[in-house]
């Protein structure tokens, strides 16, 4: 079964308005949790690392206030795409870290109209 | 820089062997990971590498020879269901932060 459950796995929302992501890891306390973006026919981009009981770190040109990153607990991990427009439209996919495999969420279709 | 390449697209045919390539330059080294994903899906373990040789698990092999900077996925007796997009990843060191290939296309035809 999943270890990792993400939702939701599909949202369409209005330009301008605010959509949070949740990230839950089901079987391990995951200190750290990473968030990536995935366009079409592209490979998976980095956007942030989301540190339990701190701040994340963001990837050279993602816009830390726009895309806002909670990890209040060690199993879940939230990103919440603030004022967002069509060009925010994209896959996103969390996963968690192990040592030998990192274990992925379903991933959110966000579709910004 | 961080720099992972593979074939962006590949054909092969229902049950023969089809090798993908990766090279990779990256700043720092602790382990390579193969992926599998469909389209709309999230990408699927496949294997890890933190030592040089080959890895076998079942229809799945991959092999690491880190003084050259390279990697390959060896797929036996292709399936229809193993037409999927397959991913390159190196974690970097200190962490689990793991950086991603764009990816290569396979396409298996009968």
């Known amino acids: 079964g999943a270890v990792v459950s993400q939702h939701p796995s599909w949202v369409i929302c209005k330009s301008g308005t605010s959509v949070k992501i949740e990230c839950r890891s089901l079987?391990?306390?995951?200190?750290?949790m990473f968030w990536y973006r995935q366009f079409p026919k592209q490979s998976l981009m980095l956007m942030a690392t989301?540190?339990?009981?701190?701040?994340?770190?963001?990837e050279q040109g993602v816009e830390k206030d726009k895309f806002l990153i909670n990890h209040a607990s060690l199993t879940l991990s939230t990103l919440t795409v603030t004022s967002a427009h069509p060009e925010d439209s994209s896959f996103y996919i969390c996963?968690?870290?192990?040592?030998?495999?990192?274990?992925f969420g379903q991933g959110t279709r966000l579709t910004v109209v | 820089g961080q720099n992972i390449d593979q074939p962006t697209e590949m054909t092969a045919t229902e049950g023969a062997i089809v090798q993908i390539n990766c090279t990779y330059q990256?700043?720092?080294?602790?382990?390579l990971f193969w992926y599998q994903q469909h389209a709309g899906e999230a990408p699927t373990f496949l294997s890890y590498?933190?030592?040089?040789g080959l890895e076998e698990k079942g229809r799945f092999s991959s092999f690491l020879s880190r003084s050259k900077g390279y990697s390959y996925l060896l797929l036996k007796e292709l399936q229809m269901k193993d037409s999927a997009s397959y991913l390159c990843?190196?974690?970097?060191?200190?962490?689990?932060?793991?950086?991603f290939g764009a990816g290569t296309r396979l396409f298996v035809k009968a």
């Open positions: 990256t700043s720092g080294f602790n382990g």
């Open positions: 989301s540190n339990e009981g701190s701040k994340a770190t963001y």
């Open positions: 990843a190196v974690r970097d060191t200190g962490g689990f932060k793991t950086i």
């Open positions: 079987d391990f306390q995951a200190t750290t």
């Open positions: 996963s968690e870290g192990r040592e030998t495999e990192a274990f």
């Open positions: 590498n933190v030592l040089d």
